[in-house]
């Protein structure tokens, strides 16, 4: 494609790049051999970035990214009068406690079999040890095969799940087969489902084992993310129609409310939403109010299927970028030996706690490159600093110094060799053509241009998952694909990666995320034009009339209507970012954020009305309890906002939320069935997902 077709796709630094990261490892050679003459063990670090002698005006190469700075971080504009975080460390120690009383409950030494997609999470609750001090004698992961423990107590810790449930049944039952008597338990987490029961009945064990709940509803992957992880929500809800997890999110908000609350409004939009907020509001009613000082006033829940779109853009802020590749699992990512430069590779814990990665996670691509030099630069002073000390300075920079900046060389070591990992990568597939088509799709420019690129990615067999997603994308921008386009992508995809995949685009078609136009889609314009003739209501009857013909993104008409594409006649400086397109290179506001932005600033939907009717509606907004003088003074916690996904959240939405918090001097703390993105969201759609 031309460079001219209007979009926000910028040359950036690849090549360069490549010799500025392999620039710095210099700079780290030189300092290693300095902390091995301080006394300090020598460290991994053949990935060092390097400095640039000049600040190039512009680069050619990686990805539709603007210049590539050497000056550091970019420039946010942060309000000084944020208000702080709660402490969502309680919620872990509840978590423990409540796991640690139901082990109890089976006094005397067991073998514990845990489900594998809990193994992670509980890490993040109760270590080894803590499992060991509670008399849990041998750990084994749940296989569906049979259990080689000789252990007389067997406890099981499992999602309600029908198939981990039979293959309970059927060790209890060859137990019985060889006359051999165990006591058993099972821990459903987060809660125990009524198929569950029926099938250990049905099976004739019911009597044989007991059964207990783990409310594991909530688990803090840092000081503003917090995880339901429950990947399967997307698929189960919203391709299934399974709502088993409705009561689940309802009850993660009843916890949050109970403990951080009162909350004093709650906006939402999603059918899913709804029917949480529902189920949230039965169980305060159930339950005991107690009068305490809230900690968050204000929470906004949205449906992942309101906001398809921004799922499946390329993530380019580093967080993103590094789950995109790495896949980052529970706040956990295991670098391999391209980024340790070693045999071995090493499990991150990524979070506020990890100084360089804070720093840089939030930040585009582009500019974490001038960060990391300066990092280094600023190490290398730190070390020189020992130099001429007499011999009490010294001791007093081992004891006190040393060691910090030796973990943060450790840290900016990997996250150099991360970038460099990255870098290769995106280069290698030829990154920016792939983001100019991205770019090209949403402002609606060249859309031939892009199904010839989109076709000539399938033809060459590049990445069966990448071709989906821009099938996706172009469906969804498009608001379907012309009967020809599609019958045409879809035979080449299909000969290209399989004919098993053709109920796969079953899948997609239900879901809406990739469609053939219909008769019908030609209302769309018609239908905005409506509501301007005629009264909310009957316009909100002749919009559900005609949704019900297919499902339609009108991701055009909502673009236009929020400004989602900013105007493309000035550069965007990705190192002074001015809205949340950053997190996208300046091309495209992800339409989840702008709503909760517009629906914050507005106070509720008015005058969102046409924007809801687009979306299918099912919006609301309830003062949930306040008085008089919370609606009129913004005190710290009207100032937090909890914004609850329900279907998934990518690293990039974070990221853009962060930045409107720091804009508007509000902090966000996102609450999220799980962690998202393209390849997550698409693999959970293809037909012999489990």
């Excluded at 420039?75 to 796991?99: C, I, M, T, Y």
């Excluded at 107690?290 to 779109?309: C, T």
């Excluded at 290769?424 to 100019?436: H, I």
Aim: charged share 25%.
């Amino acid at each position: 494609m031309g460079d001219d077709v209007g979009t926000k796709v910028r040359k950036v630094c690849s090549a360069r790049d490549l010799v500025h990261l392999n620039g710095l490892k210099r700079i780290f050679r030189i300092m290693e051999s300095n902390m091995v003459g301080a006394g300090c063990c020598q460290l991994d670090s053949q990935h060092s970035i390097r400095t640039s002698g000049n600040n190039p005006r512009e680069v050619n190469g990686w990805a539709g990214v603007l210049l590539c700075s050497t000056s550091g971080p970019m420039a946010h504009s942060v309000r000084g009068d944020a208000p702080e975080l709660p402490d969502f460390s309680l919620l872990k120690r509840l978590a423990r406690d409540q796991l640690i009383y139901l082990l109890e409950q089976l006094p005397g030494r067991k073998d514990l079999f845990i489900e594998a997609d809990l193994m992670s999470p509980l890490d993040r609750i109760a270590n080894v040890t803590t499992l060991k001090q509670h008399d849990v004698d041998k750990l084994y992961k749940v296989e569906y095969k049979p259990i080689v423990s000789t252990s007389d107590q067997l406890c099981f810790l499992i999602r309600p799940r029908i198939q981990t449930v039979k293959w309970i049944c059927d060790v209890v039952n060859a137990d019985k087969a060889f006359g051999r008597f165990r006591r058993y338990k099972i821990i459903f987490s987060p809660q125990k489902f009524y198929a569950c029961g029926n099938l250990l009945e049905e099976q004739g064990i019911f009597g044989d084992v007991t059964t207990d709940e783990w409310s594991f509803y909530l688990l803090p992957l840092d000081d503003d993310i917090i995880s339901l992880e429950l990947p399967e929500f997307f698929r189960d809800n919203f391709l299934e129609g399974d709502q088993r997890w409705v009561r689940t999110a309802g009850s993660a908000l009843h916890l949050l409310h109970s403990v951080y609350g009162p909350f004093s409004k709650v906006y939402g939009i999603g059918r899913c939403s709804k029917m949480a907020y529902e189920s949230w509001r039965e169980q305060v009613e159930e339950g005991e109010q107690r009068a305490r000082q809230a900690e968050i006033g204000n929470v906004f829940l949205i449906d992942r299927d309101v906001d398809l779109v921004t799922p499946l853009c390329s993530q380019v802020v580093y967080e993103g970028l590094v789950d995109d590749i790495f896949r980052i699992k529970c706040g956990c990512v295991e670098f391999g030996p391209e980024v340790t430069s070693s045999e071995k590779s090493i499990k991150v814990m990524l979070n506020s706690q990890d100084k360089v990665f804070n720093e840089i996670r939030n930040e585009h691509f582009s500019q974490v490159f001038g960060f990391l030099s300066q990092k280094a630069r600023n190490l290398q002073t730190a070390y020189d600093k020992r130099s001429g000390m007499d011999i009490k300075q010294m001791k007093t920079f081992v004891s006190e110094e040393l060691k910090g900046l030796k973990q943060e060389h450790r840290l900016l070591s990997l996250h150099i060799g991360a970038s460099e990992s990255m870098m290769k990568k995106k280069t290698k597939q030829d990154f920016q053509e792939l983001l100019k088509t991205e770019h090209s799709l949403l402002e609606g420019f060249e859309i031939r241009e892009c199904i010839s690129y989109i076709e000539e990615h399938i033809n060459r067999q590049v990445s069966m998952l990448e071709s989906m997603r821009l099938l996706c994308l172009l469906s969804l921008t498009e608001n379907g694909l012309l009967p020809k386009d599609y019958r045409s992508l879809k035979a080449q995809f299909l000969q290209s990666y399989g004919a098993d995949h053709l109920l796969t685009f079953s899948n997609l078609k239900q879901l809406g995320l990739l469609v053939e136009q219909q008769p019908g889609e030609t209302l769309t314009v018609m239908e905005s034009r409506v509501g301007k003739l005629v009264n909310d209501k009957t316009a909100g009857k002749l919009t559900d009339a005609f949704s019900s013909l297919a499902k339609k993104s009108n991701f055009r008409a909502l673009s236009r209507r929020l400004n989602l594409v900013p105007k493309s006649d000035e550069e965007y400086d990705l190192r002074v970012p001015r809205d949340m397109a950053y997190i996208f290179s300046g091309a495209y506001i992800p339409l989840s954020c702008k709503l909760i932005e517009q629906v914050l600033e507005r106070d509720g939907w008015t005058g969102l009305e046409e924007v809801t009717r687009m979306l299918n509606g099912h919006e609301f907004a309830v003062t949930a309890g306040s008085n008089g003088s919370d609606a009129r003074v913004k005190t710290d916690s009207q100032r937090i906002i909890l914004v609850m996904f329900l279907g998934g959240c990518t690293f990039s939405e974070i990221s853009a939320l962060r930045f409107l918090g720091r804009e508007k001097g509000l902090k966000f703390i996102v609450v999220t069935t799980a962690i998202t993105n393209s390849a997550r969201l698409l693999e959970s759609m293809l037909d012999n997902h489990a």
